[in-house]
């Protein structure tokens, strides 16, 4: 009888520490959020074999903590904001850092993939953010509802102003809304890490911390939106040439003359023996590739001027690059200029 009981505490104890050692739903969430953090201010490139590491790790980490959230239930939709406690806000954040960690994958074969995967995380992420009524926002259309609005959009003989100055509106408050989340989360940092905040103050910057996500990820679907449309824009005339080439080619049609009446019929052979067969260009490259052609008096360029030419056009090629970038750089200027600052900004004439 103690034998078994000797053999039962050995088990619970082993199954103990192993729970133990287990990573718990913090540590998998912080992990995951500074890995993302370093890779976003990192110099080296993307697709640098340590950035790539530290982003599967971070995949791998805030995977398995969204995991624990399912299996744990500490998120319901079912529960208002405020019955959240403060120190779990930061968990709907999860689906937020998986589309962004995956955005971070460099694989141009599977691109395709991860911005599909990385958008449905993001509509995840801002579908729990709308149900909790986190932030006035409105959510971002599903590919059903794309593909009809696109349809109609496509049938419109004129652009839809109205909606394109809205759209331009909503960016600019998304802007400056940005900008004061960050400037108070600043403010609110120290004192939230270091463990001297009170609840409310905690729950401030999480909440603060979810608003900024939100903004991000509405900036980030816009982004995939576009790459999405030109990825299968690519893909597209590969298609259709595989397509083509698949079909057998066909002979080309002979030329033939349709007569009015006999006496045309007899001088141009009613399209059978006098037919011509060959067109005058086809003609002239023959007898032009055999050299039966005369110079008609035209000096031949030589090396030096094909030379000068190919210089020439290279040099205004150059030119006329540089200036488009000159050109497209003080426009970006102008706009975003026009972005921060009102209409009539600086206008001092008339003030009195």
């Avoid at 729970?19 to 640098?48: D, I």
């Avoid at 003609?283 to 052609?293: C, D, F, N, R, V």
Wanted: net charge negative; glycine share 4%.
């Amino acid at each position: 009888m103690s034998e078994f009981f000797r053999v039962s505490f050995s088990y619970k104890m082993a199954a103990s520490e192993e729970e133990l050692q287990l990573p718990r739903l913090p540590e998998l969430f912080e992990n995951s959020k500074k890995l993302l953090e370093e890779v976003e201010v990192a110099t080296e490139p993307t697709g640098s074999r340590t950035i790539q590491d530290k982003v599967s790790k971070g995949l791998d980490l805030i995977d398995k903590a969204a995991g624990m959230l399912s299996q744990l239930d500490l998120l319901s939709r079912n529960e208002d904001l405020e019955e959240i406690a403060s120190t779990d806000l930061k968990y709907l954040m999860v689906p937020a850092l998986q589309g962004a960690l995956t955005m971070k994958q460099v694989n141009p074969s599977k691109r395709l993939d991860h911005l599909q995967r990385a958008r449905e995380h993001f509509i995840n992420f801002l579908t729990q953010c709308h149900c909790y009524h986190v932030a006035e926002f409105q959510l971002p259309q599903t590919k059903n509802n794309s593909a009809e609005n696109n349809t109609a959009s496509s049938s419109m003989a004129y652009p839809n102003l109205v909606a394109m100055a809205s759209q331009r509106q909503a960016k600019i408050e998304r802007y400056k809304q940005k900008k004061e989340v960050e400037h108070r989360l600043s403010a609110l940092k120290s004192a939230v890490e270091s463990g001297q905040a009170d609840d409310e103050r905690v729950r401030e910057y999480y909440l603060l911390h979810l608003r900024r996500w939100i903004g991000i990820s509405l900036e980030e679907i816009e982004s995939i939106d576009q790459e999405i449309k030109i990825l299968k824009e690519k893909d597209s005339p590969r298609e259709e040439s595989t397509s083509h080439s698949s079909l057998p080619e066909k002979p080309p049609m002979k030329p033939f003359i349709l007569t009015r009446n006999k006496a045309q019929a007899k001088v141009f052979g009613a399209g059978y023996p006098s037919l011509a067969t060959m067109t005058v260009s086809d003609w002239y490259e023959q007898h032009q590739k055999y050299g039966a052609l005369p110079d008609r008096g035209i000096a031949k360029p030589t090396s030096a001027d094909f030379r000068r030419a190919a210089q020439k056009q290279e040099d205004q090629e150059q030119k006329d690059e540089e200036n488009e970038e000159k050109t497209l750089h003080r426009m970006r200027e102008w706009d975003d200029w026009k972005d921060t600052h009102p209409r009539g900004y600086g206008n001092r004439q008339n003030m009195g």
